[in-house]
């Protein structure tokens, strides 16, 4: 009997101890589990992080501060960098994550002044102060699950209104040119009519001279051709004539001969 209570006490001791080391490990689960207590920061980091991969390059994160406009230096923003980086990367969810337990405050944590940067420092820039934030949560409104800048809409509105102001005006001009141009074409057309009138009776007019030509001509022919019997007639008269006026000489000098030669000497 000893010895079988001996074995239950010992079973209930590993029992026991199972237990207590199940414990230790769920508390310790408890402890090593994290949660986003900088959400806004973790949204900045997700927007530039397009492969969600919970890192940024160094050479992304000194990008993104130069597009800041904050005219830090190049030896400012490596200092500002090398907080946060560890081999070259950048692991953002260490920043926004912790412990419930626990109250991080960011590495990269700094004063009011220097999130303006350099911009303090340059006497041509004048920084303005920033709105409250009431105001700026006034302009924002939620509209089918998405945040909406009503200031910015408002300024998209004003100026499309402007642009289709300008629209309309030349869209007016046009009109005037069109009609304008509808006036020379309808003009143009009438003359093109009177034209093709002009032209037609110009075509009867040649029509008619060309007939009056061919007749011209046959009748030039015609009268040609009596020229030319008349002329062979009056060339046949003319020699019998002179054939006539040399026989009439010949028989005029033998009468004289005759008359002298019986005359008495």
Do not use: W
């Not at 004048?126 to 089918?144: D, F, H, Q, W």
């Not at 800048?149 to 209104?161: A, F, T």
């Not at 008619?208 to 009268?223: M, N």
């Amino acid at each position: 009997q000893d010895e079988e209570d001996n074995d239950r006490d010992r079973k209930d001791d590993r029992g026991e101890g199972t237990r207590r080391s199940r414990e230790n490990t769920s508390k310790e689960k408890e402890k090593k589990q994290l949660f986003t207590h900088n959400k806004d920061l973790l949204l900045a980091f997700v927007y530039f992080d397009q492969s969600y991969c919970g890192f940024l390059l160094e050479k992304d994160l000194e990008e993104i501060i130069y597009t800041l406009g904050l005219h830090l230096s190049r030896a400012q923003v490596k200092k500002l960098i090398s907080k946060v980086v560890l081999r070259d990367s950048c692991l953002y969810r260490k920043l926004t994550d912790g412990s419930k337990d626990e109250v991080k405050a960011t590495e990269c944590e700094m004063e009011s002044d220097h999130l303006l940067g350099n911009k303090l420092l340059l006497p041509s820039l004048t920084v303005k102060p920033e709105s409250s934030n009431g105001a700026e949560s006034s302009n924002l409104i939620v509209y089918n699950g998405a945040m909406v800048d009503v200031g910015s809409l408002l300024q998209k509105l004003q100026k499309s209104e402007k642009t289709r102001a300008e629209m309309e005006l030349k869209v007016q001009a046009l009109e005037g040119k069109m009609e304008d141009r509808t006036k020379q074409i309808s003009n143009l057309e009438t003359m093109s009519k009177s034209l093709t009138l002009e032209l037609k009776e110009n075509k009867k007019s040649l029509t008619c001279a060309e007939e009056s030509l061919k007749v011209c001509e046959e009748t030039k022919v015609r009268l040609e051709q009596q020229l030319t019997n008349t002329s062979e007639k009056l060339s046949s008269v003319m020699e019998e004539i002179h054939n006539v006026l040399k026989q009439g000489e010949i028989s005029c000098e033998d009468a004289g001969k005759t008359r002298a030669n019986g005359a008495p000497a």
